[in-house]
Nanobody, 116 residues
Framework: QVQLVESGGGLVQPGGSLKLSCAAS????????ERWYRQAPGKEREFVAA??????TYGDCAKGRFTISRDNALQSVYLQMSSLEPEDTAIYYC???????????WGQGTQVTVSS
């Protein structure tokens, strides 16, 4: 059974940091692209970051502030977020996809709220 379980969300003050985790199971984690997306209330889902092997790419919202990483031994992907702004408030989702295939896996999301 495929599972992606996000954790690490919460309430943080502007300028603060937060690290999200996504634990994967039920599929060949190391061979999949792992992504983070986010969705704020009333807005469309937004790409945040992706990683496959050692290649990383970031959405405009993340450049210079967020870092994606993975640990294949732990079958986990992480998103280290810093210099957080209220505009970063959203539900953050973990996503996995084997390159070239349409099927994607999604987690249930973790809420990040940036507020003073």
């Amino acid at each position: 059974q495929v599972q992606l379980v996000e954790s690490g969300g919460g309430l943080v003050q502007p300028g603060g940091s937060l690290k999200l985790s996504c634990a994967a199971s039920g599929f060949a984690f190391s061979s999949h692209i792992e992504r983070w997306y986010r969705q704020a209330p009333g807005k469309e889902r937004e790409f945040v970051a992706a990683i496959i092997h050692e290649y990383k790419t970031y959405g405009d919202c993340a450049k210079g502030r967020f870092t994606i990483s993975r640990d294949n031994a732990l079958q986990s992907v992480y998103l280290q977020m810093s210099s957080l702004e209220p505009e970063d408030t959203a539900i953050y989702y973990c996503n996995a996809q084997f390159p070239g295939r349409e099927e994607e896996y999604w987690g249930q999301g973790t809420q990040v709220t940036v507020s003073s």
